[in-house]
Nanobody, 126 residues
Framework: QLQFVESGGGLVHPGGSLRLSCATSGFTLNNSTIAWFRQAPGKEREGVSC????????TYLGSVKDRFTISRDNAKNTVYLQMISLKPEDTAVYYC???????????????????WGQGTQVTVSS
């Protein structure tokens, strides 16, 4: 059974850090492009970052560039999102998603990803 399970969310003060994990099972992670998305209350879901299967191409949403780092450990079937200097506007439910299309680039468009996790809440508040 294919599963994406996010973890690592929580409540953090502005300026704090969190590392999100996306553990996959029943899925060939090393042949897959993975992305992180987020959705804040009352807002549309937006792509935060993505990484190709080789890790050679990484893309970030402009507002998180230089603060967020995506990485993958194919041996552990896990993708990470390290977040530093968190801001209240980063508050959202964060989702990981994947596709097996094998493209040399990755997209922050949610329609490119058929496989999704259930999400983990990140709240940045003083």
């Amino acid at each position: 059974q294919l599963q994406f399970v996010e973890s690592g969310g929580g409540l953090v003060h502005p300026g704090g850090s969190l590392r999100l994990s996306c553990a996959t099972s029943g899925f060939t992670l090393n042949n897959s492009t993975i992305a992180w998305f987020r959705q804040a209350p009352g807002k549309e879901r937006e792509g935060v970052s993505c990484i190709t299967r080789t890790g050679n191409v990484i893309t970030y949403l402009g507002s998180v560039k230089d603060r967020f780092t995506i990485s993958r450990d194919n041996a552990k079937n896990t993708v990470y999102l390290q977040m530093i200097s968190l801001k209240p506007e980063d508050t959202a439910v964060y989702y990981c998603a994947g596709n097996t299309r094998g493209k040399v680039t990755c997209s922050l468009q949610d329609y490119e990803y058929p496989y999704w996790g259930q999400g983990t809440q990140v709240t940045v508040s003083s």
